[in-house]
């Protein structure tokens, strides 16, 4: 039996109904301004994202998570780590990058990647 239905039958309690028919309106009006805000705040953050596009052979750094060390300030360890090159564009979101160092290669997700500032030279 569907919701419509089930405040339709004669085998409830005296005031049920129109209490159940109220219940779903309160529920559906409760849906739809719960969709709105979300509509909202994505437009809201939408408008201040950057889409970064990278390109093969761009020099980066990688966001990591530096796990807590005892008797030291979080905000003191480095956010990024190693110098890496773009190998390959696996799609809009994922790079085939290679560390610099180590020579290693690994999956990169776009939110995790910063462009190395480039330094110019004298002569520029």
Do not use: C
Request: proline share 6%; hydrophobic share 30%.
């Amino acid at each position: 039996m569907s919701r419509p239905e089930m405040w339709n039958s004669s085998e409830l309690p005296p005031g049920w109904k129109e209490k159940g028919k109220r219940m779903d309106e309160l529920w559906e009006l409760t849906r739809s301004a719960l969709h709105k805000a979300q509509q909202k705040s994505k437009t809201k953050i939408d408008s201040t994202r950057k889409n970064q596009t990278y390109n093969v052979m761009d020099i980066i750094t990688l966001q990591f998570k530096v796990p807590p060390i005892k008797g030291q300030a979080s905000k003191w360890t480095p956010k990024y780590k190693n110098k890496y090159k773009i190998e390959e564009k696996l799609s809009e979101l994922n790079y085939k990058v290679r560390d610099l160092v180590t020579q290693q290669t690994q999956i990169a997700h776009l939110h995790r990647m910063r462009l190395v500032p480039t330094l110019k030279s004298e002569e520029d």
